[in-house]
């Protein structure tokens, strides 16, 4: 996506002082957080000065997920995928997945949700001209995948190992 072979990772640590460095586990645990207190994995090209990531990918967790739509409305951009219970492309502006995976929020006791949303972000200005809404896809599932395996729901999550040809309104 970045034409590169290097990345580095946001130095530093979150407002509540954990560490900025992504990990499946830290990113498990801060599902049901606020944004700004979840761990993302935000990826930058190495070597480049503008401060800009190539993507950033958020795990939260979700009691709903968008429906697909065959109106042929909406962004034309958009390809949609046979994967999880809702996958989107967005050409290279990034990719949501939503997949099943029942977690429970620890600071409400009783409360769980049904679904993880996944979501990468492209920063136009480091993105290829080359890459392809279906590159973000693929990324974005792999990461995904590893998810559903560190919370357990892989084999409700219908992820697949290879992403399937986009869908056709």
Do not use: W
């Not at 944004?35 to 009691?63: E, W, Y």
């Not at 990034?94 to 996944?118: H, I, M, R, W």
């Amino acid at each position: 996506m970045g034409e590169i072979k290097e990345f580095t990772e946001l130095p530093g640590t979150n407002d509540s002082g954990k560490p900025n460095k992504f990990s499946l586990k830290q990113s498990a645990e801060t599902l049901h957080n606020d944004m700004t207190q979840r761990n993302q994995c935000v990826v930058f090209k190495t070597g480049d000065t503008t401060s800009h990531p190539l993507i950033t990918v958020d795990f939260s967790a979700a009691k709903f997920y968008p429906k697909t739509t065959k109106s042929g409305g909406g962004d034309p951009k958009a390809s949609h995928y046979r994967m999880g219970v809702y996958a989107v492309a967005r050409g290279t502006a990034g990719a949501s997945l939503y997949f099943k995976c029942p977690t429970k929020n620890p600071d409400a006791p009783g409360q769980s949700t049904p679904y993880v949303e996944a979501e990468l972000t492209g920063t136009p200005d480091q993105i290829s001209a080359k890459s392809t809404g279906r590159d973000s896809m693929t990324v974005l599932n792999a990461v995904s995948r590893a998810m559903a395996k560190q919370l357990g729901c892989a084999s409700q999550a219908s992820l697949p190992s290879r992403v399937p040809a986009a869908q056709t309104n």
